[in-house]
């Protein structure tokens, strides 16, 4: 029986041992299919999609400045660069220049002569008298003026006043053959003795469009404006300051009706320069 056993056994150990040389087959085989797995699951691994990674933002560059050098000055512009610069105290003081220079103009500049009184107003006045005397005084249809005529023929203003007032148809109607000065350089005036040209009455009692203190400032302006009457001579400077001057107390009676030119010289007798009669109706002219 054991004998049959151990013949079993060694049939069987022969049946099952398996050559050597099969063995190592089996291991080169297993070796390769190892690498072949390998390699497999690394090409599988490659077509597995890869897992995206978040954007990382990028950082800001910071743009440095190119180096640019500088080209070297031309003898024209460095001498410019060394120049003196004016101080930035002096710009104020320089940009003052021009308004200095308008006030400085300004200063120099002659001023305009302010007319006022009775001068003042008998300048407007006498644009209704220029047709007939020309606007300087120099004639036309009207006697002349200028140049000292107006002074030749009445040397007292209130003469003049009178006649203006009344006009000279008035005179011829009163017989009065002569007016102003009878002792007139060259002969005395006489009423419509210049071109037949009558002088109209200015006068209100005559149907005249001027007042009395009109009247004053027209004859003022002609004398001292046109004919050219100095107020600070000694021959004129009393006539003016007692009529024409803009202080005149007997012009600002005319104006306001304090006085009239039928009653000025007893209104006014206490001046020093005492007015002479002037009167609203023709009259002889008042004695040299």
């Known amino acids: 029986m054991i004998l049959i056993q151990r013949s079993i056994s060694s049939i069987v150990h022969r049946v099952t041992e398996i050559p050597e040389h099969l063995l190592k087959r089996s291991r080169d085989r297993k070796s390769g299919d190892s690498a072949s797995s390998g390699e497999s699951a690394g090409s599988s691994g490659d077509n597995v999609p890869a897992v995206q990674?978040?954007?990382?933002?990028?950082?800001?560059?910071k743009n440095e400045p190119s180096v640019v050098v500088a080209k070297p000055d031309t003898p024209r512009v460095a001498a410019a660069k060394s120049r003196k610069k004016i101080p930035?105290?002096?710009m104020a003081t320089l940009s003052l220049l021009p308004l200095w220079a308008f006030l400085y103009a300004y200063a120099v500049k002659?001023?305009?002569?302010?007319?006022?009184?009775?001068?003042?107003?008998?300048?407007?006045?006498?644009g209704g008298c220029a047709g007939c005397h020309g606007a300087a005084g120099q004639g036309g249809a009207g006697?002349?003026?200028?140049?000292?005529?107006?002074?030749?023929t009445f040397p007292h203003i209130e003469d003049m006043l009178n006649f203006v007032y009344t006009g000279s148809q008035a005179y011829v109607s009163a017989g009065i053959k002569q007016y102003g000065n009878l002792e007139r350089e060259g002969g005395a005036h006489a009423p419509l003795s210049y071109n037949?040209?009558?002088?109209?009455?200015?006068?209100?009692?005559?149907?005249?469009?001027?007042?009395?203190?009109?009247?004053?400032?027209?004859v003022c302006h002609a004398r001292y404006?046109?004919?050219g009457a100095d107020q600070k001579s000694e021959q004129w400077a009393k006539e003016y300051e007692t009529w024409c001057s803009p202080?005149?107390?007997?012009?600002?009676?005319?104006?306001?009706?304090?006085?009239?030119?039928?009653?000025?010289?007893?209104?006014?007798?206490?001046?020093?320069?005492?007015?002479?009669?002037?009167?609203?109706?023709?009259?002889?002219?008042?004695?040299?």
């Open 247 to 288: 202080e005149s107390e007997i012009f600002k009676a005319l104006e306001t009706g304090g006085t009239s030119f039928d009653t000025v010289s007893k209104d006014f007798s206490m001046l020093k320069e005492k007015p002479n009669e002037v009167g609203t109706k023709p009259r002889a002219s008042t004695a040299n």
């Open 110 to 126: 002659p001023q305009a002569k302010v007319v006022e009184g009775p001068l003042a107003i008998g300048s407007e006045v006498y």
């Open 143 to 152: 006697r002349i003026l200028h140049q000292g005529e107006v002074l030749k």
């Open 53 to 61: 990674k978040a954007a990382v933002p990028a950082k800001s560059v």
């Open 225 to 227: 404006g046109v004919s």
């Open 196 to 218: 037949g040209n009558a002088m109209p009455q200015q006068g209100e009692t005559y149907g005249g469009g001027l007042s009395q203190a009109e009247i004053l400032g027209v």
């Open 88 to 90: 930035f105290w002096a």
